[in-house]
């Protein structure tokens, strides 16, 4: 029933009137959609904002850890590498008690 009324309305609208107003439409809409896309651009820009000071704030914490990590290697005594001579646990000891042929 709403659809037949829908196409006697139509049907008596002229056609540029009907145009005009879809053209209304399509602008309205188109400018709602770009202040969402800004309003969206806005928020990206904030993230990068704040990503770029975690970066640096990332870098800072790595060039500490760094320095700290030199400091620490320079001041300490330096070990000795290799194993202690004399100590008794140069390896096993071979046992044999066979006699030789």
């Known amino acids: 029933m709403m659809s037949a009324h829908l196409n006697d309305y139509l049907g008596e609208i002229p056609m ?3 145009t005009k107003a879809q ?3 399509t602008w309205q809409a188109e ?3 770009n202040a969402v896309a800004m309003k969206q651009l806005g928020r ?3 993230w990068e904002d704040s ?3 975690l970066t640096s704030q990332v870098r800072s914490w790595k060039n500490a ?3 700290k990590a030199v400091r620490r290697g320079s001041s300490s005594p330096r070990r000795a ?3 202690a001579k004399g100590s008794g646990s140069s390896g096993p000891m071979s046992t ?3 006699a030789p042929r």
């Open 16 to 18: 540029q009137d009907l």
């Open 51 to 53: 990503l770029v000071e």
């Open 23 to 25: 053209d209304r439409l």
């Open 44 to 46: 990206f820009e904030d």
């Open 31 to 33: 400018d709602a959609l």
């Open 81 to 83: 590498t290799g194993a």
């Open 96 to 98: 044999s008690t066979q």
């Open 65 to 67: 850890a760094k320095e």
